[in-house]
């Protein structure tokens, strides 16, 4: 059975390599304390932009927030002259706050995740316990992405694929000959997301992974996150699908699925809990906004014991 999405993912970066389409302009923006990196991804002819993965700085210690790394971006798009057509997420995120309301508010674009974001709505509705008038069909983002649906940034398709695994509603997004990967894939040299969240599946993060090997060895790859692999000396977050496929610790090529499935769970077991999980979580199955203040005019989130 052909796998439609891949290949019109492969004939968007050939054509790239061709020069029938021209390469999306790519700018990384590094949160240190979470680890991320957020993009935004410009069709240098038409000005026309989308953000990928946006950090809301958050205090756990004290409450406070910040707007600092969404600020960057703001100042980016704003410097350059860009119009921002789409703000992207590639999960609900379990370890940063989204900073997509605010940069909407600011920047314009619509908001979009993957279709499944209502498993894991329904899923982290019970763990807090966030009652009826919280709505689990995914009604807080603008559009809803299924396997294979084409947005344009400008004139440069960007073709969104499912690629369930660390969770059940993990998208990738190809944007001309730019893969971002979210959670899905790090470096060569760190690996692969844990699988151990509500949802998540080592099968099925396996069989996402080899599915987009499949894209050409040339396509840029870009991370969601980088923790410095072992002798490394610096953050890195751009890489290859040939340096993937080759070189990835964890899966490259020659790897089987039971053998990944088996370090993976061992792996898994041996991790922490990301310390920003709970408020994280709370934050982003809401689309980045905080929950309804309470009678006294704050907002507050929620702490449950002993359930993850």
Not at 132 to 151: I, K, N, V
Not at 164 to 177: I, L, R, S, W
Not at 211 to 222: E, G, I, K, S, W
Request: aromatic letters at 8%; a negative charge.
């Amino acid at each position: 059975m052909t796998d439609t999405p891949i290949a019109n993912a492969t004939a968007l970066v050939d054509a790239v390599m061709r020069g029938s389409i021209h390469a999306p302009q790519v700018t990384a923006f590094f949160d240190e304390p979470t680890f991320t990196i957020s993009y935004v991804v410009s069709d240098p002819l038409t000005r026309q932009a989308a953000v990928i993965d946006s950090v809301w700085n958050f205090d756990h210690a004290s409450g406070r927030t910040s707007f600092a790394s969404a600020d960057a971006i703001i100042a980016h798009v704003e410097a350059e002259r860009l119009t921002v057509a789409w703000i992207l997420e590639t999960h609900a995120h379990a370890d940063h706050l989204s900073a997509a309301p605010y940069l909407q508010e600011k920047l314009g674009g619509k908001l979009a995740i993957g279709r499944n974001i209502t498993t894991v709505q329904n899923v982290f509705g019970k763990v807090f316990n966030e009652g009826t008038e919280f709505a689990r069909d995914g009604s807080q983002f603008d559009r809803l992405l299924d396997d294979g649906d084409t947005l344009m940034i400008g004139g440069i398709p960007l073709i969104a694929l499912h690629v369930p695994g660390h969770t059940p509603a993990d998208m990738a997004y190809v944007v001309g000959d730019a893969l971002f990967t979210g959670d899905t894939l790090f470096m060569p040299d760190y690996g692969s997301a844990r699988c151990d969240f509500p949802g998540g599946n080592a099968h099925h993060l396996y069989r996402s992974v080899r599915r987009l090997m499949q894209l050409p060895d040339a396509t840029r790859v870009f991370l969601c996150h980088d923790y410095k692999a072992p002798g490394r000396d610096d953050y890195a977050w751009e890489t290859t699908i040939l340096a993937e496929r080759t070189a990835n610790v964890h899966i490259h090529e020659g790897v089987s699925e039971d053998q990944f499935v088996a370090m993976r769970t061992t792996r898994d077991a041996t991790l922490s809990m990301p310390k920003l999980i709970l408020p994280a979580l709370q934050v982003n199955i809401r689309a980045g906004h905080l929950p309804p203040p309470e009678e006294n005019g704050v907002r507050y989130l929620k702490l449950p014991l002993d359930l993850l």
